[in-house]
């Protein structure tokens, strides 16, 4: 049984006073997929749990998807149904539906929200690597107003992310991508659907006029302890024409920079060919199987 003060907040600053009220001891509930089976879980994270906190009735606060100018804003209860059906994500950053549309059943994907997937802080969180991948901000609303960290030093850990005890995160932002970028993403699971990412990786690529690649974003997930870019294999594209052979050798880049940041581990011989085979994979996907 579990004995948990349940709070229901109808405006943002009431989530910040309850949040500060409980001093690290309240957990935002958003689509509920995550807190709630880790909750049942006994996960060590939720031992000193005194209070759900409650975010659907502020959807019209944190529920959106808008495009301004340069930028597209993202809501934190936006869900991944959002995401994998938005004409703005799929015209501007469509990496990031594709990612949301791999994310558990069509229930949990009605249910779960950016802001949920993101704040978790798990490595295997599908939409994180093209917001990675897309250089995110994560805006953070707290008692004091309001602050911006990009998304990658918004994870201060392992599993960890920076929040003070009276904050939450209110949206994510996103400078879209050059015109003419092509996407691609690819991920490894234990089974073909419903499937936890073993690895994940979200790939951006321009041609120039002579169909050389001119802008390169590499980003993948499971393998480093924070989430990250990995620009030498971005350098290794740049200036060169697609083909399998600079696949592959972008794939090589990454794996490396995973051993040279984590070292030789028992998983290594699993994970090296499969982090490059993957890598590969997205950088397909960007321009199809012909190249030039």
């Given at each position: 049984m579990f004995k948990y003060d349940y709070y229901r907040a109808e405006t943002p600053d009431e989530v910040c006073e309850v949040l500060a009220r409980y001093q690290g001891k309240a957990r935002i509930v958003a689509g509920g997929t995550d807190i709630m089976v880790q909750i049942r879980e006994k996960d060590k994270r939720w031992k000193e749990l005194e209070c759900l906190l409650d975010l659907s009735f502020l959807e019209d606060e944190l529920r959106y998807i808008r495009e301004e100018g340069d930028q597209i804003h993202i809501g934190a209860l936006t869900t991944h149904t959002d995401l994998e059906r938005s004409e703005v994500i799929k015209r501007w950053i469509p990496f990031l539906g594709k990612a949301a549309s791999t994310v558990?059943?069509?229930?949990?994907?009605?249910?779960?929200t950016i802001g949920g997937s993101i704040c978790n802080a798990s490595p295997a969180a599908d939409p994180l690597t093209p917001l990675i991948a897309l250089d995110a901000w994560t805006v953070i609303r707290g008692r004091d107003g309001e602050r911006v960290v990009t998304l990658k030093d918004f994870y201060t850990g392992q599993g960890k992310v920076g929040l003070k005890e009276d904050e939450f995160v209110k949206e994510f932002t996103i400078r879209k991508l050059p015109e003419g970028t092509v996407t691609g993403f690819a991920k490894l699971g234990r089974r073909k659907a419903l499937a936890i990412s073993r690895l994940n990786v979200s790939a951006a690529l321009r041609l120039d006029e002579e169909g050389r690649i001119d802008f390169a974003r590499i980003a993948p997930g499971c393998i480093f302890s924070t989430p990250d870019r990995v620009e030498t294999a971005e350098n290794i594209l740049i200036g060169r024409k697609p083909s399998e052979e600079l696949w592959r050798e972008a794939g090589?880049?990454?794996s490396e920079e995973m051993i040279r940041r984590t070292g030789i581990r028992w998983s290594t011989e699993y994970k090296q060919p499969a982090v490059e085979a993957i890598v590969e994979d997205a950088l397909t996907e960007c321009c199809g199987?012909?190249?030039a």
């Amino acid at each position: 049984m579990f004995k948990y003060d349940y709070y229901r907040a109808e405006t943002p600053d009431e989530v910040c006073e309850v949040l500060a009220r409980y001093q690290g001891k309240a957990r935002i509930v958003a689509g509920g997929t995550d807190i709630m089976v880790q909750i049942r879980e006994k996960d060590k994270r939720w031992k000193e749990l005194e209070c759900l906190l409650d975010l659907s009735f502020l959807e019209d606060e944190l529920r959106y998807i808008r495009e301004e100018g340069d930028q597209i804003h993202i809501g934190a209860l936006t869900t991944h149904t959002d995401l994998e059906r938005s004409e703005v994500i799929k015209r501007w950053i469509p990496f990031l539906g594709k990612a949301a549309s791999t994310v558990g059943s069509p229930q949990i994907r009605n249910r779960g929200t950016i802001g949920g997937s993101i704040c978790n802080a798990s490595p295997a969180a599908d939409p994180l690597t093209p917001l990675i991948a897309l250089d995110a901000w994560t805006v953070i609303r707290g008692r004091d107003g309001e602050r911006v960290v990009t998304l990658k030093d918004f994870y201060t850990g392992q599993g960890k992310v920076g929040l003070k005890e009276d904050e939450f995160v209110k949206e994510f932002t996103i400078r879209k991508l050059p015109e003419g970028t092509v996407t691609g993403f690819a991920k490894l699971g234990r089974r073909k659907a419903l499937a936890i990412s073993r690895l994940n990786v979200s790939a951006a690529l321009r041609l120039d006029e002579e169909g050389r690649i001119d802008f390169a974003r590499i980003a993948p997930g499971c393998i480093f302890s924070t989430p990250d870019r990995v620009e030498t294999a971005e350098n290794i594209l740049i200036g060169r024409k697609p083909s399998e052979e600079l696949w592959r050798e972008a794939g090589k880049a990454v794996s490396e920079e995973m051993i040279r940041r984590t070292g030789i581990r028992w998983s290594t011989e699993y994970k090296q060919p499969a982090v490059e085979a993957i890598v590969e994979d997205a950088l397909t996907e960007c321009c199809g199987s012909q190249f030039a």
